[in-house]
């Protein structure tokens, strides 16, 4: 079936929700550093060519952090992940490791919005009401990681009746064949799967 793409995401009704773009998380010294590795390949320079595309064309953009209290009151102990990398790298408020990646903004009409639990932007956060405020009803997910936080947020912006557009080369997981592999089996089950290149294109 053909996509066109330039409905989807149209600038009118389309935001850029990027996950994690942070110093903790993709920086020079992220907590893990093989996902942040991943990242800085493909992902966070494809990035850096749709965000001031999609801000010139007037879609949204929305930048989705996480951070955790130093004595990490409130913050999730349920799972192995939020024990991997906690010591090493500080993600408490205004931290270097919670702060975006200046590369990325934010610009002045840019939507920064932090969780304190969970491992996804949108469920039990601030993320659906606000995107609804601004008339949003596609959403494009950009940034780390495809084996959690990305899928975690195209199921819940599908449940939640937004449609989502993923390109594949803004996005990253580890290993990369698995990222590859939850795109290709599962993610394009759910969203529109395209490219930077595509994206730009129907932009501009």
Not at 142 to 168: C, E, F, H, K, Q
Request: negative net charge.
């Amino acid at each position: 079936m053909r996509v066109d793409l330039a409905e989807i995401a149209a600038p009118g009704h389309t935001a850029i929700v990027t996950q994690e773009l942070q110093g903790a998380v993709v920086g020079p010294n992220a907590g893990l550093a093989v996902l942040a590795k991943e990242a800085q390949r493909q992902a966070l320079p494809n990035i850096g060519r749709l965000l001031p595309a999609a801000r010139d064309a007037g879609v949204r953009v929305v930048h989705c952090l996480v951070q955790r209290r130093p004595d990490g009151l409130g913050a999730n102990h349920n799972a192995p992940i939020f024990t991997m990398g906690r010591k090493q790298v500080d993600i408490s408020p205004g931290s270097e490791g919670a702060t975006l990646l200046p590369e990325f903004g934010p610009a002045p009409d840019d939507v920064v919005l932090h969780r304190w639990h969970g491992v996804g932007p949108m469920g039990g956060t601030d993320l659906d009401v606000i995107l609804r405020n601004l008339g949003v009803t596609t959403i494009v997910a950009v940034g780390v990681s495809v084996n959690i936080a990305i899928t975690n947020l195209v199921m819940d912006a599908v449940n939640a009746a937004y449609r989502v557009v993923v390109p594949r080369d803004a996005v990253a997981g580890i290993p990369a064949d698995y990222a590859d592999a939850i795109i290709d089996n599962t993610i394009s089950l759910l969203a529109t799967v395209t490219t930077t290149a595509d994206l730009l294109a129907a932009w501009t």
